[in-house]
């Protein structure tokens, strides 16, 4: 039986993770208006393939093809009923390509639907993530990763309805924007050190940030969470570096290179596991490993 993911870091380990599903959907030809998610049974070959290349980077962990997997994303797209098959199907295909010795973390996403604003109620996004988790978990996920929160009414609802209902351990990150003032906070105004304190007492195992910045910006927002918590395993999954565009493309410019000459900085900042989100792919990935598997 092989470890659990806490108990990889509290061994000192830092662990390597996948890098961006979206974007590299669209590579692949995801189209615009089209369902991510439904590629799972449309196009398991490709979803596959994905999962792989990051497996064959070198990844520690991957992820699954189920970000907007929740009941209220798919309903935009008339597949509110297929949830749980196309959650499922989502963590069965990152199992085939993780085998037995990865990790498999089941994506759940925020729901779109605001708490402060009356569009939904707390049981009815308490239902949509425990439909999902379950999915997920008896995919085969090992661990369920809630992330690109910036609520954290919605993040905190999302861990129990994860720790409630399966037995994974749960992983919740935050997406933060840089002030002028030069501090970090969600869209909805959380901090990061506010981020720790709550999603702990809600039962994450493991809290972080993703998206939003580059792997330097991540730096700051790791010290910030270590300030207020030296023991939580951090997550950090950075962008390529900030979107540019250029004509009608977005353009993520951090070269693989350049992203992993901060890893070493953001590991001794206190991130656990470190892996990529928009832009970055299994290139970004294997140099990743390269860095922190060499000793810095």
Known sequence: MKPTLLELVSQGKT????????TFLQAKGLQPGECPEQWNIDHPGIVLDIALGYIEAGADTIETNSFGGNRFKLEV????DKAYELNKKAAEISRQAAGNDKYV???IGPTGKMLMM???TEEELYNAFKEQAIALYEGGADALVIETMTAIDE????VRACRENTPCEVICTMTFDKLLTGGYRTMMGVSPAEMVVALKEAG???VGANCSNGIEGMIKITEEIRSVDKDIPVLIHANAGLPV???TCTVFPESPELMASFAPQLAKAGA???????GTTPAHIHKLVEVLNSGH
Not at 15 to 22: M, P, Q, T
């Open 15 to 22: 662990l390597v993770s996948d890098g961006a599903w979206g």
């Open 77 to 80: 797209f008339g597949l509110a």
């Open 105 to 107: 973390l089941g994506s």
């Open 118 to 120: 009356g569009d939904v």
């Open 155 to 158: 993040a905190e609802i999302a």
């Open 204 to 206: 994450a195992h493991i």
């Open 245 to 247: 565009l250029q004509g």
């Open 272 to 278: 656990n596991i470190i892996g990529g989100c928009c």
